[in-house]
């Protein structure tokens, strides 16, 4: 199993030849599940040396646990199949829908915060999870806008999906620190409102500032509220390993590890 003190980063193409080359120490890695399905060859024989060396865990991006559409059971099971190849630990995806009657719009959208979405969800977890064959664990997205009908927080219909279903939480504490400066609300409503014991991962991430908002672009380092956010989170009773994402102008992977080891210092 990874250990609750395991740093991590997302598994991406510009470093494969440095962990192949250099194996680095480094707790586990993460692959966006999309990357992985359908296809075969290279990338999945560069997958195969990776996931023999380290731990994996799975995230995707294309679940749309939120819509209405019917569940993609092709892909679900293709997700399984990944995950028994690379023996991942922990699959997780978003709370959000991608689309609706068919139209993917390829975002992370957020979700109308009223208990018929709740139980909606929920549903979807549950059929998620049987054909997954254990738990999913779901992120809160970053949000720009917010429906007028919502009934609860983010946080309370996020923590009773995880509290009905035993799935868990992938609490990306950049994403709180968007959404609270995009909506006004404090972040650490948000932390103390989730049971903190359904957290299995945490993201942390960069995120660009233009002025009027917020804008979840993964573009590090990561900031220092955002590493405070994380602190406050773990000495709240949030124990778990911590993954870092940078995904635009990405440096070598020397200068991406040595951000995300400052996780050691937050958490001690």
Known sequence: ??????????????????ILEQRPE?????????????????????????????????HGVSLSIGSTDPLDLAYLRELRQLKERTSAQIVSDHLCWTGVAGKNTHDLLPMPLT???????????????????????????????????AQMTEWEFLGRVAERTGGGILLDVNNVFV???????????????????????????????????????????????????????????????VLLEWDADIPPFEEVYADALRAKEVLS
């Open 115 to 149: 208990e018929e979405a709740l139980s909606h969800v929920i549903d979807r977890v549950h059929a998620v999870q049987d054909i997954l064959g254990g738990p999913l664990a779901l992120e809160n997205p970053s949000s720009y806008v917010q429906f007028a009908a």
């Open 1 to 18: 199993m990874i250990s609750s003190s395991a740093i991590g980063l997302g598994l991406r193409t510009v470093h494969y030849a440095h």
């Open 26 to 58: 480094i707790g586990f890695f993460e692959i966006l599940s999309e990357n992985f399905l359908r296809t075969a060859g290279r990338p999945m024989h560069i997958l195969d040396q990776i996931s023999e060396r380290y731990p994996i865990v799975m």
């Open 179 to 241: 959404s609270s400066h995009n909506h006004g609300f404090d972040p650490l409503s948000y932390l103390r409102g989730l049971p903190l014991e359904r957290v299995v991962q945490f993201h942390v991430a960069g995120h660009t500032d233009f002025g009027t908002h917020l804008l979840d672009t993964h573009i590090g380092p990561v900031p220092d509220p955002v590493w405070q956010l994380l602190g406050k989170a773990h000495a709240l009773g949030a124990h778990a390993p």
